[in-house]
């Protein structure tokens, strides 16, 4: 099993930034995909960015240019830094991971508590 624990999450001023970080325990970190997800109220939860073993990366076309997701595999941690933030950035940010990079996008095999992130105009 694995354990995701979000932190970072809070209150920042369109324009600002923020920085997420998510710190793993359980099955072995550096073989599993990791990701963030996030969720707005009243919408679905969608796929934010991405990141595998060695470091490739994949983000959703809306944050791209403004968030970057990075990976410490010696320290069990990700985190996503998040720059030029909108006020539709306001969500709960998930940390997510899946041992398969095909299912990290859509249906993530382990998921952590949530961080709120709000973005005021």
């Known amino acids: 099993q694995v354990q995701l624990v979000e932190s970072g999450g809070g209150l920042v001023q369109a324009g600002g930034s923020l920085r997420l970080s998510c710190v793993t325990s359980?099955?072995?970190?550096?073989?599993?995909?990791m990701g963030w997800f996030r969720q707005a109220p009243g919408k679905e939860r969608e796929f934010v960015a991405a990141?595998?073993?060695?470091?490739?990366?994949y983000y959703v076309d809306s944050v791209k240019g403004r968030f970057t997701i990075s990976r410490d595999n010696a320290k069990n941690t990700i985190t996503l830094q998040m720059n030029s933030l909108k006020p539709e950035d306001t969500a709960v940010y998930y940390c997510?991971?899946?041992?398969?990079?095909?299912?990290?996008?859509?249906?993530?095999?382990?998921w952590g508590q949530g961080t709120q992130v709000t973005v005021s105009s």
């Open positions: 997510v991971g899946d041992p398969r990079w095909s299912f990290i996008v859509t249906s993530p095999s382990y």
């Open positions: 359980g099955r072995t970190f550096s073989s599993n995909v």
């Open positions: 990141i595998n073993w060695s470091g490739g990366t």
